[in-house]
């Protein structure tokens, strides 16, 4: 793709001039919190150094201590070219800090930023100057458990499925040059009734010279060959326009649209150019892709064709690094392998990944649920918080086309008393509908696993070991699983109280999670197995049994590799294949059932 750089942390939203600060950082506990009260932004007392973007926990952090420490600071020297100032602003971007970052610049606050799942920028064009500034970032956080933190745990020690915490930095922080005069945030709609791409633009320059002269063009090529271009006027900082797709290319040749798929995952790129006076002042580059997806009655729809979606659980953790990929390779290793097994999709479980992960997800095909980081305590601080963040993630990551579906809940997180509390139901239905006023395609699942309010797919969490059982109670039992009186093997409802099953899609989101017998060290789900035919037998019987139940349109594997105390994973910690994958992937891959023509 012609976007493509390597490393460049949003391969969204392309520019030239900037600047990766991953790398080495003065690093300082705080414990006794009284950095700011002794002005360590102005004077700053080294202690260790730390590799950003890895937390202090991790081995590759160079620190590895997993002790809690609430207050952390770093530090580093950014250089600057203060003749690129003339006609530049100096952006300064964090793609994931947790929770609240402070940010000086020169012993001057820039600014903060609350959340540890949704990035952040400052501009901080007049803190800084020509050759060396200090930059220094201090990160609090906490045990709160209203605060959303997915699977980091909040006591001294892991258990369950929640595992060390993650503190500070743990994502790309990076510098750029922004032209005065540019293109601030774009949002790509594919309209595919009209064969044309629903472009929203956000603008930055000064008020007076919106209307006089400034308008963006922008050029649609696939593959290499022109296929598009369009411009349109700068009236206000918020412009809506549309691209066609159907135009005739220099041969004189109609294009066909092509569409995103897993199997063919077709990209279109796009390039803006913000033009003063004739005269280009920004070039952004970036890809689509024209795919649909909605929900028709009980089945899920893919560019107008039934989806049966082989997805299997992620949760992005690594033994070296945690939450944190080890590297960019890290990640397309993690994507094939997924491929490699089967699968067609991923539900990316209680995280927010790196933008790199999604991208190489858009390139490769792979299907991704979005799913939001949970609170575990409702409050008002709770919900506040909550909210602020999703509506950020969402508008940060709406333009990969892999994305598929929305998932801001899961099995009753920060939610405990939904089935029968109207206002934590209230709540999810204000996310949904919120999410939705943003996302007119996509499904957004309220809440996955069980007792749903408002949700366009219902999604089932169950770990039943034994495929005829799975079989008969999903078969006989549909019209009484579907209400709020029928418990299934996880003793949940489907439904909480005052809502009804309407037809919607059904997917088993949750199931497996088998794991090898190792003296009782770790867990999975039931019945460890002894011996790989063991295993196998019972993945090739639950999965099975799974996709013989006529309803059922999709299924998500629980999980990908092994995470600390969880040794559930089809992988180990290391990435290793605990099965032949050419084995696991045959199993889901077999057409059986009333799917199997969609397969």
């Given at each position: ?29 705080d414990d006794a919190n009284l950095g ?245 002042v920004d070039v952004v580059e970036s ?295 050419e084995i696991i992937k045959e199993i ?12």
């Amino acid at each position: 793709m012609k976007c493509y750089k390597k490393d460049y942390p949003r391969p969204q939203f392309v520019r030239d001039n900037w600047v990766n600060l991953n790398g080495t950082w003065d690093f300082a506990f705080d414990d006794a919190n009284l950095g700011e009260k002794e002005r360590w932004y102005a004077k700053f007392p080294k202690e260790k150094e730390i590799q950003v973007p890895f937390t202090y926990e991790t081995k590759l952090s160079g620190i590895q201590d997993e002790s809690r420490h609430d207050n952390v600071w770093y530090y580093r020297s950014i250089s600057v070219d203060g003749a690129m100032l003339d006609k530049n602003n100096y952006v300064l971007h964090f793609e994931g800090s947790d929770f609240i970052t402070k940010v000086w610049v020169n012993g001057q606050l820039a600014g903060s930023h609350r959340g540890g799942y949704s990035r952040f920028s400052f501009d901080i064009s007049d803190l800084i100057r020509d050759g060396e500034n200090d930059l220094i970032v201090k990160v609090e956080d906490s045990y709160d458990a209203q605060q959303p933190r997915g699977k980091q745990r909040w006591i001294d020690e892991n258990f369950g499925c929640w595992y060390v915490q993650t503190t500070g930095i743990w994502k790309t922080v990076w510098t750029e040059y922004v032209p005065k005069i540019s293109l601030d945030h774009v949002k790509m709609t594919p309209n595919m009734e009209a064969y044309a791409l629903e472009l929203e633009l956000e603008v930055a320059a000064p008020e007076h010279l919106y209307g006089s002269d400034l308008m963006v063009e922008i050029m649609v090529s696939y593959d290499g060959a022109f296929i598009n271009k369009t411009a349109t006027s700068v009236v206000c900082g918020h412009i809506r326009t549309e691209i066609d797709l159907l135009a005739q290319n220099p041969k004189g040749y109609e294009w066909a649209v092509r569409t995103w798929s897993p199997e063919e995952p077709n990209l279109y790129d796009i390039e803006f150019r913000v033009l003063q006076k004739h005269e280009v002042v920004d070039v952004v580059e970036s890809y689509f892709a024209m795919r649909e997806i909605r929900i028709d009655g009980p089945n899920i729809l893919l560019n107008g064709r039934p989806l049966y979606q082989r997805l299997i659980l992620d949760q992005g953790y690594w033994e070296e690094s945690h939450l944190t990929p080890p590297s960019e390779e890290a990640l397309l290793e993690d994507i094939d392998k997924i491929h490699a097994l089967g699968y067609n999709g991923l539900r990316k479980h209680q995280k927010i990944e790196d933008e790199r992960f999604l991208y190489w997800c858009d390139v490769k095909g792979m299907l991704v649920w979005s799913e939001a980081a949970a609170a575990y305590q409702y409050s008002d601080y709770a919900v506040a918080e909550f909210t602020r963040e999703w509506l950020e993630i969402v508008k940060q990551n709406y333009n990969h086309p892999c994305i598929i579906t929305w998932t801001p809940f899961n099995e009753s997180w920060g939610i405990s008393r939904i089935e029968t509390e109207p206002m934590e139901q209230h709540f999810t239905e204000s996310i949904y509908y919120l999410t939705k006023s943003l996302d007119k395609y996509r499904p957004v699942i309220v809440n996955d696993g069980w007792e749903h309010t408002i949700s366009d797919i219902i999604t089932l969490h169950d770990y039943e070991e034994v495929g005829e059982i799975f079989r008969e109670r999903y078969k006989n039992y549909r019209d009484e699983i579907m209400t709020t009186e029928f418990y299934h093997s996880n003793h949940k409802s489907a439904m909480a109280n005052g809502y009804k099953y309407k037809g919607q899609p059904v997917i088993i989101s949750e199931y497996g999670g088998i794991a090898f017998n190792n003296d009782d060290s770790g867990w999975g789900y039931g019945n460890k197995v002894n011996t790989e035919e063991a295993f196998i037998k019972r993945f090739d019987e639950i999965t099975t049994a799974v996709k013989e139940v006529p309803y059922i349109c999709g299924f998500c594997y629980t999980q990908v590799s092994d995470v600390q105390q969880e040794i559930n994973g089809l992988m180990d910690g290391k990435r290793n294949f605990k099965i032949d994958p050419e084995i696991i992937k045959e199993i889901n891959e077999r057409k059986v059932g009333y799917w199997r023509s969609f397969m």
